[in-house]
């Protein structure tokens, strides 16, 4: 979508050095501008909604995919280790994972998973890890207790756009998860492997009715 603005932008600026037929250019070039901006501009001026009260205590959450072929373990371990988070939401594990794991320094929700939730706090309630040796969830949840009361993280992965079936299933497991918990004290975290303004997101910002603050992020 940024391409489309780009290209037309670009298109309607050399027509303005043609003395005749700059239709040609300025016609494609309003249509690819409008193309873009259309999908781009609802989720630049979406309302972010009520900003964090300054006396609320701040918890850090980093959403890391690691790729299952990387092999630079040892970096992204100590950067991970480097950021002191309270929760790490950790996508294609592998290595990184079992590095994290032996750190000492946080639980995990589950060793089998293709997302694994870290934190320095151990979760009261999670649907890991035995139950992950029988069959995989699709969403992992991590329950945990604070001053201000109970608060679930969901750690999602989608797949790519172009497998459609597996991104809706995938989006129904979610959207499932949702439903059994507050709104109000939950956290979403993942890798939705989808631009913030694409359909796949409207739907789900639809769907799920939890305040998505990630808007008009790459």
């Not at 003395?19 to 630049?44: E, Q």
């Not at 499932?176 to 913030?196: Q, Y």
Request: with cysteine; aromatic share 10%; proline share 6%.
């Amino acid at each position: 979508a940024p391409l489309y603005v780009a290209v037309g932008a670009v298109s309607i600026c050399c027509a303005s050095i043609l003395r005749t037929n700059r239709w040609i250019l300025v016609a494609p070039g309003l249509a690819s501008l409008a193309a873009g901006l259309v999908l781009v501009l609802p989720d630049v001026f979406a309302d972010p909604g009520p900003a964090p009260r300054s006396t609320a205590p701040e918890l850090k959450v980093v959403q890391f995919n690691a790729w299952g072929a990387n092999r630079n373990t040892d970096s992204a371990v100590a950067w991970l280790l480097a950021q002191n988070a309270d929760i790490i939401v950790l996508e294609e594990g592998g290595k990184i994972g079992k590095s994290l794991t032996k750190s000492g320094q946080y639980w995990w929700n589950c060793e089998f998973c293709g997302t694994m939730i870290f934190s320095k706090r151990k979760a009261i309630r999670s649907n890991g890890p035995l139950e992950w040796r029988v069959i995989r969830p699709q969403v992992s949840s991590a329950t945990f207790e604070s001053a201000y009361g109970e608060f679930t993280v969901l750690g999602v992965h989608f797949p790519w756009p172009t497998r459609i079936e597996d991104e809706r299933v995938k989006s129904a497991a979610l959207a499932a998860m949702v439903s059994e918990h507050s709104k109000d004290r939950l956290i979403i975290v993942g890798d939705f492997n989808s631009t913030p303004w694409s359909f796949g997101r409207r739907r789900d910002d639809a769907r799920l009715g939890v305040l998505r603050r990630t808007r008009n992020l790459s």
